[in-house]
């Protein structure tokens, strides 16, 4: 293979793989303003049931004043990041420092309400499983790992917090969030698998798809090398002039029928 068949493979490498990185910056924003939407979406419901449902003990029912408060701020904040994912297509945006901001945010202003709600027994906890979710498929690696490990830690905090000021009492709710964190990194490590596989997949689509294209252009090539050949070997077939050729050694490769010709009268006429 010379360099020039292999500058086009490289080429055409660089391309799939460039089409496919595009293909994945716009999956990710699709994934991002989803999630953003779901974020609204959950801000207005906390508001419906905690302003229209009487007599529930789960949204806001520990410090209502400063569940309104904080539920208001966290609407606030996920209209605007989901206008700003809508109208933004920047790669910034679906970048791993915007998605790790929107989790941690996600994860700071659940506890606050988890701990205005009462904590893990109020349910709300598990509301944070859908941020290390979301985290598991936009990020690989120990940086995923991590949302896990603060959703943790928050909920751990809740409890202690809301035991020590006498809003708990027993030793259930530690068992609970025990059996939450796990959840957390379960959850963060099957999501990150379903990630990997996804992204092994591409990566098998791009090589098979840069192959069937290498393959295209050799046959092309090989076609056109075949018609130039056989035009070449026309034009020495019927050229009026004795055309000889010879390899390094001076040996006899090809002679067209003008230079047999004039090969053998000259054989004869030495006889």
Known sequence: MDSAEEMDETAILKQQLGNRQTKRQLERGVVLRVYNYYRVLLSFVLLIVFYEVTNQTFVGALEQRWFQTIVLFYLIANVASSFLVLVNEHDWVTGNSTVSLFVIVDIFFLSALLLTSGGVESGLSYLLVFCVAFGGIMLRGQMSMLFAAIATVCSISVEYYLHNTGAVSGAQHYFEVAILGVAFFLVDYLFQQASNMIAERDQEVVSLEALDQIHRIAEQSRLELEESNARFTVLLQ??????????????????????????????????
């Open 238 to 271: 019927s050229t009026g002039e004795g055309v000889l050729g010879l390899d390094t050694d001076g040996m006899i490769t090809f002679a067209n029928p003008k230079r047999v010709s004039a090969i053998r009268s000259r054989r004869e006429s030495h006889r």
